[in-house]
């Protein structure tokens, strides 16, 4: 399997804060993947220093093959970039935005597809950016990006203060214009219907380390969370492997557990509930119920992880 970005034990520190801790992962070519945190999470810190934005203290990335240190020109101008809040001239036309910006792609400019774009959205060429909605915005801004025929679109919560229908526009376009040639995108984004909608793969940023890195739907087969009801108040839990958290709500205990199996069956029958059952989440359910719970103790896992087996992740804090 060839992968279009590869990161190895990336550290980032500002003064004596780790703000991304010891992160590797490898994202394959041609994939969508969807790149998870709360705020404070680490997400555009780490997507600044895939771009050399930002210079890491430890680690590496390669993007395409090639190390970014010494990514030559015309690799660069395979890669996309998309800034939270389509950040654009708002006293150009869309006409003047896509001459300067055909101006640094020569050679890999494909008019024809910007105008497929701009012609679906019925955006007109005379229109001043500044006027356009924010979901007009959006996909002037997409259709920059993808006019020079980039093998690696990378993009930082893009749907950010769009509307339903603008969000799911965007959505759809980006996955039908940019991955139907196989190219690959990474994407952060707080909105995680989106994510789940489009997402092969996700990585999720814990306090900058990342705790999960598989494809989405094993992640939300993997939390489950069950709700066990009794007579009066519920026992005290006496924990297991992969629990998250455990809480109270009246007469019932509520757990979050990551692959809950035969081992996590066996305590919680021990506390001999009235009745107990396992509640299917989406992802946004799963990823709040991950993430909220205590951080010391969340199990890492991932295809190539155990569950609470120590990860890199781990052995690289400083």
Same mark, same amino acid.
């Given at each position: 399997?060839?992968?279009?970005?590869?990161?190895?034990?990336?550290?980032?520190?500002?003064?004596?804060?780790?703000?991304?801790?010891?992160?590797?992962?490898?994202?394959?070519?041609?994939?969508?993947?969807?790149?998870?945190?709360?705020?404070?999470?680490?997400?555009?810190?780490?997507?600044?220093?895939?771009?050399?934005?930002?210079?890491?203290?430890?680690?590496?990335?390669?993007?395409?093959?090639?190390?970014?240190?010494?990514?030559?020109?015309?690799?660069?101008?395979?890669?996309?970039?998309?800034?939270?809040?389509?950040?654009?001239?708002?006293?150009?036309?869309?006409?003047?935005?896509?001459?300067?910006?055909?101006?640094?792609?020569?050679?890999?400019?494909?008019?024809?597809?910007?105008?497929?774009?701009?012609?679906?959205?019925?955006?007109?060429?005379?229109?001043?950016?500044?006027?356009?909605?924010?979901? =007009? +915005?959006?996909? #002037?801004?997409?259709?920059?990006?993808?006019?020079? *025929?980039?093998?690696? /679109?990378? @993009?930082? %919560?893009?749907?950010?203060?769009?509307?339903?229908?603008?969000?799911?526009?965007?959505?759809?376009?980006?996955?039908?214009?940019?991955?139907?040639?196989?190219?690959?995108?990474?994407?952060?984004?707080?909105?995680?219907?989106?994510?789940?909608?489009?997402?092969?793969?996700?990585?999720?940023?814990?306090?900058?380390?990342?705790?999960?890195?598989?494809?989405?739907?094993?992640?939300?087969?993997?939390?489950?969370?069950?709700?066990?009801?009794?007579?009066?108040?519920?026992?005290?839990?006496?924990?297991?492997?992969?629990?998250?958290?455990?809480?109270?709500?009246?007469?019932?205990?509520?757990?979050?557990?990551?692959?809950?199996?035969?081992? =996590? +069956?066996?305590? #919680?029958?021990?506390?001999?509930?009235?009745?107990? *059952?396992?509640?299917? /989440?989406? @992802?946004? %359910?799963?990823?709040?119920?991950?993430?909220?719970?205590?951080?010391?103790?969340?199990?890492?896992?991932?295809?190539?992880?155990?569950?609470?087996?120590?990860?890199?992740?781990?052995?690289?804090?400083?």
């Amino acid at each position: 399997m060839t992968h279009a970005i590869v990161k190895e034990r990336l550290t980032k520190y500002y003064g004596s804060r780790c703000v991304v801790n010891s992160l590797s992962l490898r994202v394959p070519a041609g994939s969508v993947y969807g790149f998870l945190g709360r705020n404070g999470a680490g997400k555009s810190t780490t997507i600044k220093m895939l771009l050399g934005m930002v210079q890491p203290n430890y680690g590496r990335v390669e993007l395409l093959g090639h190390e970014v240190a010494t990514l030559p020109p015309a690799m660069r101008a395979r890669i996309a970039y998309l800034a939270e809040g389509h950040p654009l001239y708002g006293w150009m036309t869309v006409a003047e935005a896509v001459r300067f910006c055909r101006a640094f792609h020569a050679d890999r400019w494909n008019q024809p597809l910007l105008d497929q774009i701009l012609d679906h959205f019925e955006i007109p060429a005379r229109a001043k950016l500044r006027r356009l909605s924010n979901g =007009q +915005r959006a996909n #002037v801004a997409l259709a920059l990006a993808i006019a020079p *025929d980039p093998d690696l /679109l990378i @993009l930082d %919560d893009p749907t950010l203060g769009l509307d339903t229908v603008a969000r799911r526009d965007f959505l759809m376009s980006m996955i039908h214009l940019v991955q139907r040639q196989g190219r690959t995108i990474l994407f952060s984004s707080h909105i995680l219907a989106d994510v789940e909608r489009v997402a092969d793969r996700i990585g999720i940023l814990v306090d900058g380390v990342l705790r999960a890195d598989c494809p989405t739907e094993h992640f939300k087969e993997s939390v489950s969370k069950l709700v066990l009801e009794f007579s009066g108040r519920p026992p005290t839990f006496p924990g297991c492997s992969g629990l998250v958290q455990a809480w109270e709500v009246g007469h019932r205990l509520e757990l979050v557990i990551v692959n809950f199996g035969d081992e =996590q +069956r066996q305590v #919680v029958e021990s506390l001999a509930p009235l009745t107990w *059952d396992v509640v299917g /989440l989406n @992802l946004e %359910d799963a990823f709040v119920d991950y993430t909220r719970g205590p951080r010391r103790s969340l199990p890492v896992f991932g295809e190539e992880f155990a569950l609470g087996q120590e990860s890199t992740s781990d052995r690289g804090a400083a």
